[in-house]
């Protein structure tokens, strides 16, 4: 039962992440063989507030 753990930072819409989880579901069945409904796609998504890239913060960019 493969697992996918994508992390984000927050932004996108419900439409835009459902796309995203379809289309990673459709990458691993294809490449891995796995059957589609043992296929879990897990997404966290980060505050802006809450992750830092070369010292400045997503929210301040």
Request: net charge negative.
């Amino acid at each position: 039962m493969p697992f996918v753990h994508v992390e984000l930072v927050e932004g996108r819409s419900e439409a835009q992440l459902k796309a995203m989880m379809s289309e990673i579901t459709d990458a691993v069945e294809k490449n891995a063989g796995a059957p589609r409904d043992a296929i879990k796609v897990i997404v966290n998504e980060m505050p802006k507030n809450r992750y830092m890239d070369g010292g400045t913060l997503k929210s301040e960019a």
